[in-house]
């Protein structure tokens, strides 16, 4: 009896106990019932429950893609197929170079990328096609996957792939942005705009390739091997803006060129000497190299000299040329001052074998007083329309304001004379795109010892 007294005494008091029931907090569908059939409304029971059902199906959906996409590429879920494979997505040519973040991928002929299906079980690989159409999706590579160059015995495992492919930077937008998802159909898909959003410089191999991999949903029990490019750095577009142009045009400012940084030291002593553009450098190489040297300065190393004038010769001349008048001579020249026509007292010179039987230092003197008046020369489109302005040479003289030459007499050809060593301007050697080719001219340039103060265009 006293156990049970004891026991009494613990439990609550019965009022409370049922106090407390009252207070139970209810579950929220039950509230939501509750309160509408309080109203008695069917309307109040579908306004309460909608909120909770949204929330329902967005989770749904939520769950449901996020399944989907496990499904798609999880190694547990994916069909093993039987490898090697003799078959493989091939990109049809190489890359544009460089490639900046914002700008649009193309191939080296600056059309959309392309890929096809080739078969590699011959003893050479060859376009393929499907009997039906499959998805292929673009993604990007670390620049360090590599398996050799495409031939029979080149193989990976779709898991070696897909572990190469690199993902955003946390925090980032996604890696490559625009149509990384195509169909191909007849062994062909066109690639759409895509382009990177991030630079490549926080990768390892500071590289990224582009990928290409069939979706496995789109092509059940048939292993294809992926594409992959050639290793590349990806620059942040600002870059762009300072590239270098490949060839250069004439009219590109000087720092477009090799080993001449915008703004660095060899841009700015030569912009003091008012050499502006790829022209002006040009012109002053072939007039006078040493002088270009001795601007850019001790700075300017052999490897580096080398290095820009090789660019530099690989510039687009255009058709135009340049028409020098004098009293007994019409002197016609490229728009870098090589001679490629000359009319001496009514005798002309059309070709480097004639042009080398004239008295040398003669010629010289010539291209050195058009290089400094060079604003004041005939401009003409083509060497066709230049012969028909020199049938009106001996009525008119468009450069009469120039410093007349001596007498012709002193300067006619003279075998004694040596001849300039013509390898130290490249005029032969000179690669162009011209309309006509600059190895049937000749460039002259004054030495030091020939010259009275330094060359310098007219203002």
């Known amino acids: 009896m006293a156990a049970k007294r004891i026991l009494d005494e613990m439990e609550p008091d019965q009022d409370l106990r049922r106090i407390g029931k009252s207070f139970r907090p209810r579950s929220f569908i039950s509230s939501i019932i509750g309160e509408a059939f309080m109203g008695n409304s069917l309307q109040n029971i579908c306004t309460a429950l909608e909120p909770m059902l949204r929330r329902v199906n967005e989770e749904v959906e939520r769950k449901l893609v996020h399944g989907a996409r496990s499904l798609t590429w999880s190694s547990s879920m994916r069909i093993h197929m039987l490898e090697p494979s003799n078959l493989q997505l091939v990109f049809g040519k190489n890359l544009s170079l460089p490639i900046f973040t914002g700008a649009k991928i193309g191939d080296a002929e600056n059309n959309p990328l392309q890929l096809f299906i080739v078969d590699k079980s011959g ?202 008048h004098g009293s007994h001579f019409t002197v016609t020249m490229n728009p870098i001052c090589q001679v490629v026509r000359a009319v001496i007292n009514g005798q002309i010179y059309a070709n480097n074998q004639e042009l080398s039987s004239v008295n040398q230092a003669y010629v010289k003197n010539l291209v050195r007083e058009a290089y400094i008046n060079w604003g004041s020369l005939e401009e003409a489109d083509d060497l066709l329309s230049e012969t028909a302005l020199l049938t009106q040479a001996g009525e008119q003289c468009p450069n009469h304001h120039l410093r007349p030459f001596q007498q012709l007499d002193e300067y006619l050809p003279d075998k004694t004379m040596d001849i300039i060593n013509y390898s130290d301007v490249g005029s032969s050697n000179w690669q162009t795109n011209s309309t006509y080719h600059v190895d049937s001219g000749i460039g002259y340039y004054i030495m030091d010892s020939t010259v009275n103060g330094d060359l310098a265009h007219a203002s």
């Open 123 to 324: 003893d050479e690989a060859v376009h393929t096609t499907l009997p039906y159409q499959i998805q292929v999706e673009i993604v990007v590579l670390d620049g360090d996957f590599s398996h050799g160059e495409l031939t029979n015995s080149t193989t990976w495992s779709m898991e070696e792939f897909n572990n190469s492919v690199v993902k955003e930077r946390k925090g980032k937008r996604p890696l490559l942005i625009g149509e990384v998802l195509v169909t191909m159909r007849d062994g062909f898909a066109g690639v759409g705009d895509i382009e990177f959003t991030d630079n490549s410089s926080w990768v390892r191999g500071k590289k990224f390739r582009l990928g290409a991999r069939v979706v496995p949903s789109s092509c059940p029990g048939v292993r294809i091997l992926e594409a992959f490019t050639e290793p590349f750095a990806v620059k942040d577009h600002r870059g762009e803006l300072y590239k270098k142009h490949h060839p250069p045009m004439l009219n590109d400012y000087v720092w477009r060129l090799e080993k001449i940084s915008k703004d660095g030291a060899f841009h700015k002593r030569l912009a003091s000497k008012h050499i502006n553009t790829v022209q002006e450098f040009l012109q002053l190489f072939i007039v006078d190299p040493p002088k270009l040297r001795r601007i850019l300065g001790a700075g300017m190393s052999h490897k580096k000299w080398e290095a820009v004038i090789k660019h530099a010769r690989t510039c687009i001349m255009g058709n135009k040329v340049y028409i020098f």
